[in-house]
């Protein structure tokens, strides 16, 4: 069975733009949505606005994060998972795969979306790479979305990314 995530072009753009405002910083977001057993469908993804950013870290405030959670349980959509980026450091490329600190931080049953950003060196109309990302390039930038789920305590598994509204993205 393909394991798959779909995402919706509000949630798409949610983490795109995010990632990019704070360029050289990380991200970091929730991914509220619907999860399948090997599927999960991205609504939303809403930014940390109020996160402890680094050049390789970021972290919630553990009080904010609470308020957060607490709230969203009233709300008829499900935190899913969360997003985070991964940025160029010097001529250091970014990659959107997890590392291993990412893997330790994920649980079960939840979607990991990584947003790589590197600085665009040539246009790249958006597609689905041979991996099941997605890449393309959005004014200066090159921008590419993996996505993963936990498959055993030190082991992260791909999923395809579906994203529609992407490809029809002009570069």
């Known amino acids: 069975m393909e394991r798959i995530v779909h995402i919706k072009e509000r949630a798409f753009l949610s983490m795109i733009l995010s990632s990019i405002e704070v360029y050289r910083h990380e991200t970091l977001g929730l991914l509220?949505?619907?999860?399948?057993i090997d599927k999960f469908v991205i609504e939303h993804s809403i930014p940390y606005q109020t996160?402890?950013?680094?050049?390789?870290?970021v972290s919630p405030k553990p009080k904010i994060s609470d308020r957060r959670g607490r709230i969203l349980k009233h709300m008829p959509i499900n935190?899913?998972?969360?997003?985070?980026?991964?940025?160029?450091?010097?001529?250091?490329?970014?990659?959107?795969?997890?590392?291993?600190?990412?893997?330790?931080?994920m649980e079960p049953?939840?979607?990991?979306?990584?947003?790589?950003?590197?600085?665009?060196?040539?246009?790249?109309?958006?597609?689905?790479?041979?991996?099941?990302?997605i890449k393309g390039t959005l004014d200066e930038y090159v921008i590419e979305l993996g996505a993963y789920i936990l498959v055993s305590k030190f082991k992260?598994?791909?999923?395809?990314?579906?994203?529609?509204?992407?490809?029809?993205?002009?570069y």
């Open 32 to 36: 509220l949505g619907y999860a399948g």
């Open 51 to 57: 996160a402890v950013k680094g050049y390789s870290w």
């Open 79 to 105: 935190v899913i998972g969360d997003f985070h980026s991964h940025t160029q450091w010097g001529t250091t490329k970014a990659n959107a795969v997890p590392s291993g600190e990412d893997i330790a931080d």
């Open 109 to 133: 049953n939840r979607a990991y979306i990584i947003v790589a950003v590197n600085d665009k060196e040539k246009a790249e109309p958006w597609h689905q790479t041979a991996e099941g990302t």
């Open 156 to 170: 992260a598994g791909a999923l395809k990314v579906i994203c529609p509204s992407a490809t029809g993205l002009s």
